[in-house]
């Protein structure tokens, strides 16, 4: 079973910085791409970046610019740097991995790690 485990997310004042990881239990260029999505209290989970396997990258509209999707391979850890926070940051992050074999897609999620942006 596929295990994803994040860590990073804490309390940051508005304009500061915080990287997220996200370890992941088996060789990350398994998956066909992985990413990060938040949710606010009382909003749906929304992407915030997406990086295939081969590299190429997306961005929600609000991040874009501002927030940084990248992977270690020796470490089986995606990252995603986040520059310039405002309080609109402020969720709970979760990491997706995404398995298609066969036509047969599986998602897999961590358990999130809450980032707070005080204004």
């Known amino acids: 079973q596929v295990q994803l485990v994040e860590s990073g997310g804490g309390l940051v004042q508005a304009g500061g910085s915080l990287r997220l990881s996200c370890a992941a239990s088996e060789n990350i260029f398994n998956f066909n791409h992985m990413g990060w999505y938040r949710q606010a209290p009382g909003k749906q989970r929304e992407l915030v970046a997406v990086?295939?396997?081969?590299?190429?990258?997306s961005y929600g509209d609000s991040v874009e610019d501002r927030f940084t999707i990248s992977r270690d391979s020796a470490k089986n850890t995606l990252y995603l740097q986040m520059n310039s926070l405002n309080a609109e940051d402020t969720a709970v992050y979760y990491c997706?991995?995404?398995?298609?074999?066969?036509?047969?897609?599986?998602?897999?999620w961590g358990q999130g790690t809450q980032v707070t942006v005080s204004s």
């Open positions: 997706n991995a995404v398995l298609v074999v066969r036509s047969s897609r599986s998602d897999y």
């Open positions: 990086i295939t396997s081969v590299g190429t990258t």
